[in-house]
């Protein structure tokens, strides 16, 4: 657009509506969470060709 | 690898893991030996705790869906099946499940966990009635209550239980922030941040593993992931809290510190608040991210309340009135919802005002209208209520917001007038106003430039000097066109001695500036010069006008920028126009000094950006072509036809 050379750029300060950062509503109390149980794990993840070995070691040396 | 462990070696391996928090770990080892162990109840019982410390809800729900079935006389696996149900959002199946456990020994438990389902689906009478069936010493029942409180608008109600639920429970730092959140809502922003700061001194005491603060600090940290303990420290809560207050106080920059102090999270990772502050704050540095940010939120079937109505308001800001109103039209339900009458109204104006501004305008007054009646009746309360000192103080600030949202509406008035360059028009609706609301800065600054628009400009400076006066010692915090305006103004009414004592004054303190910070670039007086250059121009002194612009961008490695070069380009422009045309024959000397200035503008100007592009312009400039060099190139070779130059 043309225009003769005016001093300043047209300029009006036309402000917005504030805007509003966001925060987090209050929730309800959670319940406890889960609670750690305790287990012997060596026991429940002994593998099987593990145990195989084991077995195949015992009557080597038990022979 | 992890994954590699010895037989006699897992108990101690994966509880030293769990006591270290090192979940991810623990769950990659869990995983193997489930599918070496499909109904292991250890490894079901462990993977579920893990998934749930690391907030992966579906996970843990997964798991302890299969320990009901398989040991359905343990109650524990019923509560945190249902309870992993509901934090994964899922809440049909979790209020399913919750009816599992209406049995004696569960049953607090279950009227607890469905009371949180209905809030969470925003049913709060159907909360508030499962949660009067809990025994009313529950410590839980009074944290409760003070959350429905909270959604009911009642906030100081909502103070006191949290307050109350304090005192029985201990500190908790969830509570903590609900306490700094009424506050926060009851507009008592030291309050809220007392609060605030003792959340996160706790959290940089207590959780050291979280690196609270660092990344403001320049370390670059990994990511601390969403555990459980992060959750319960409260701190990312607290923090986006916090950035809401500074912002609020407009203290822009402390609220964007307050998000990088926060633990580090990959964006991934991040929740919605978080995000949509994230985009909020950096929208001036990176706007086209923002605008992507807000636009993703608003996709997800739950985002922060306030993004609809920011989105909106952004694209307003940066003129894309088509795309605001797309969003509006296409999310008509959330129209009630989201947003205020105040706000819904004035954007309806403002839309309209682009296609029938008589329309616009008609909307906009009856706004003024309502707005200055309430205006006066606060008025009125501020002078009665002197005697109660906060009630007076709550008064004034209410005053003061609703002055502010009166301002918005009347300037968007006048903006409909001031595009048409009917500056006459936009005075009347200003002087009308000034009448009453005589200690608004905004109106008072604007009127000036209205005045300076139609060559008013004793009338000018008497709006321009109060706020020169007024940051007189701290001069460069008035912005650059309002003291190039006054200058202008001292000119035009042959006042040249108070212009000069103005330019001293702002040299004077950009020269203490450069001398505090050699990095910092001050562009204040540069500016000026440039404005007066440019008047001298428009007069048809050239010769001096141009050689003064000339002066003012030294050193160019300094001064050479976009703002600046939008400026001295005008003048130049201007220069070309009035030779063609044969109106200005400058002397030799003159063109000589403009060649040898754009030839150095080629040299500084290689990365300086003609202008700032918007950022979600489709198709964007050549990297190359929106550069000062570039257009620096193309005005020499107007210079060198308009003359015939030979070098």
């Known amino acids: ?63 | 690898s992890m994954t590699a462990i010895k037989d006699g070696e897992y108990t101690a391996t994966i509880f030293k893991l769990i006591k270290e928090c090192q979940y991810v770990d623990a769950i990659q080892i869990l995983t193997v030996q489930l599918q070496k162990h499909p109904k292991s109840r250890a490894a079901l019982s462990l993977l579920g705790y893990c998934y749930y410390h690391i907030q992966d809800f579906s996970g843990s729900a997964e798991c302890y869906e299969q320990l009901t079935q398989l040991h359905p006389e343990v109650e524990d696996y019923k509560v945190y099946y249902a309870q992993s149900l509901y934090k994964a959002g899922a809440y049909p199946e979790a209020t399913k499940a919750s009816f599992a456990l209406d049995n004696t020994s569960s049953h607090t438990k279950m009227l607890k966990l469905q009371a949180c389902i209905k809030y969470c689906e925003e049913d709060i009478s159907a909360a508030k009635s499962l949660l009067e069936q809990l025994p009313q010493d529950d410590p839980d029942y009074i944290y409760n209550m003070g959350c429905l409180l909270y959604q009911e608008g009642k906030y100081e109600e909502a103070c006191k239980k949290f307050t109350s639920a304090m005192q029985v429970l201990g500190y908790v730092p969830a509570l903590s922030y609900n306490i700094a959140l009424c506050h926060y809502s009851l507009k008592m922003y030291p309050q809220a941040l007392k609060h605030v700061e003792d959340i996160k001194n706790r959290g940089i005491k207590e959780h050291p593993e979280l690196s609270v603060g660092m990344t403001s600090e320049g370390v670059d940290f990994h990511s601390v992931g969403n555990t459980l303990e992060l959750q319960q420290t409260a701190l990312i809560e607290a923090l986006n809290l916090k950035a809401a207050i500074e912002y609020q106080l407009k203290n822009v920059k402390t609220a964007q510190e307050a998000l990088t102090d926060m633990p580090p999270r990959s964006e991934q990772e991040l929740d919605a608040v978080t995000l949509h502050n994230q985009a909020l704050l950096n929208m001036d540095s990176k706007p086209s991210e923002g605008f992507e940010k807000l636009a993703f939120l608003l996709q997800q079937p739950s985002f922060p309340p306030v993004t609809f109505a920011n989105l909106l308001l952004l694209y307003c800001k940066y003129e894309y009135f088509d795309l605001a109103a797309d969003v509006l039209a296409e999310n008509a339900h959330l129209t009630y919802k989201f947003l205020t009458p105040y706000i819904y109204e004035f954007l309806d104006a403002l839309l309209m005002s682009q296609t029938t501004p008589e329309e616009a305008f008609r909307k906009l007054d009856d706004m003024c209208g309502k707005l200055t009646e309430q205006l006066r009746k606060l008025a009125k309360l501020v002078q009665t209520q002197t005697r109660d000192e906060e009630a007076q103080k709550k008064a004034v600030q209410e005053y003061n917001q609703m002055l502010e949202k009166y301002i918005v509406v009347l300037m968007a008035q006048a903006k409909i007038y001031w595009n048409r360059e009917n500056y006459q028009m936009v005075e009347k609706i200003f002087q009308k106003s000034l009448e009453v609301w005589c200690e608004d800065d905004t109106l008072r600054l604007n009127l000036a430039h209205v005045l300076f628009m139609q060559n008013k400009y004793k009338k000018a400076i008497s709006f321009y000097e109060p706020i020169v006066t007024k940051h007189y010692d701290k001069i460069l915090n008035v912005s650059a066109v309002v003291l190039a305006n006054l200058c202008v103004s001292h000119i035009m009414t042959s006042n040249n001695a108070q212009a000069e004592e103005l330019m001293k004054k702002i040299e004077k303190e950009e020269e203490q500036i450069s001398n505090d910070d050699p990095n910092k670039k001050v562009f204040h007086h540069c500016i000026v010069n440039l404005v007066i250059g440019t008047l001298y121009c428009a007069k048809g002194n050239y010769e001096f006008g141009i050689s003064r612009v000339i002066k003012s961008l030294e050193p160019y490695n300094n001064k050479l920028g976009t703002d600046t070069w939008f400026y001295a380009k005008r003048c130049f422009l201007s220069l070309l126009e009035n030779m063609a045309k044969h109106m200005v024959v400058p002397v030799d000397s003159v063109i000589k000094e403009c060649i040898q200035f754009l030839e150095q503008c080629e040299v500084y100007g290689k990365t300086v950006p003609a202008l700032i592009e918007h950022p979600l312009e489709e198709s964007r400039i050549h990297i190359g072509k929106n550069t000062v060099a570039y257009e620096a190139r193309k005005l020499l070779s107007l210079i060198y036809e308009v003359t015939c130059w030979k070098e």
């Open chain 1, 1 to 63: 657009k043309y225009e003769p050379l005016q001093l300043m750029k047209r300029h009006i300060e036309a402000p917005l509506p504030r805007l509003q950062l966001a925060v987090s509503p209050p929730t309800l109390r959670d319940l406890p969470p889960p609670v750690l149980e305790h287990f012997d794990l060596n026991e429940a993840f002994f593998s099987v060709r593990d145990d195989f070995a084991q077995l195949t070691s015992k009557y080597i040396y038990d022979d």
